[in-house]
Every structure is written in C-alpha cells, then in structure tokens.
Nanobody, 123 residues
Framework: VQLQAFGGGLVQTGGFLRLSCAESEHTTSVYTVSWFRQAPGLEREWIAGIRRSDATTYYADSVKGRFTISRDNAKNSVYLQMDSLRPEDSGSYYC?????????????????WGQGTLVTVSS
C-alpha cells in the first residue's frame, strides 16, 4: 500500500486548506486512515481519523469543530478540510493507514505512511 499526501501550502490565520491523501489499491476494506502533524522539535501528533468501513470520524480536541476528515471510496482518497487555521496548526501533515478496524492516536500502530505535506499558517 502506498499513500501520497498533498495540498499543503502557506495561508494566513483564519484561512483554509484542503489536504488530500491518495491510497493505492488495498486488498481489504477493514482499515482506518488518520492524519498526523508534526511541528519542528515536537512529536508527531494525531489529528483526525476515519474508518474505511462506515466512515466514522474521530478528532483531536485541538482541531474539533475546525477540521473535517472525509473519504471517497471510489477514488481511494481521504481528505482533511482545515478551516479557521491558526499559527499553531503549522507543521508537516502526514496521512497514515492502519490495518485495523479502530482508529489509533499512536503513530507506531500505523502500517503505512505517506510523505509529509507542509502547512504554514502566518499570523
């Protein structure tokens, strides 16, 4: 399985971005995809996750109400709509896939990772 994340960029505080994560064909429908972010000098932080089977979504408190994760099964893609962006949302954003039915907030529990896409929110 390969993941490719894209859509990052530079945006002002209060602006929005939409990240995309394209998945290569997967042999099972029992998996979850999450977005993580990592700022320089900090640990990788789980942001949001979605189940492939029923599209149930989960969010970190820091982004709840501002970010929306969704997926398009026909396109094998997961999206992260980020609204009301803040400078503290800046960092590299990664999508990751876990071959389990449940979303996890722990990075090492994911089996596949995409490359990061950089988000910079200016104040």
């Amino acid at each position: 399985v390969q993941l490719q994340a894209f859509g990052g960029g530079l945006v002002q505080t209060g602006g929005f971005l939409r990240l995309s994560c394209a998945e290569s064909e997967h042999t099972t429908s029992v998996y979850t995809v999450s977005w993580f972010r990592q700022a320089p000098g900090l640990e990788r932080e789980w942001i949001a996750g979605i189940r492939r089977s029923d599209a149930t979504t989960y969010y970190a408190d820091s982004v709840k109400g501002r970010f929306t994760i969704s997926r398009d099964n026909a396109k094998n893609s997961v999206y992260l709509q980020m609204d009301s962006l803040r400078p503290e949302d800046s960092g590299s954003y990664y999508c990751a896939l876990r071959n389990r039915a449940l979303v996890s907030e722990i990075p090492h529990e994911y089996d596949y990772w995409g490359q990061g896409t950089l988000v910079t929110v200016s104040s």
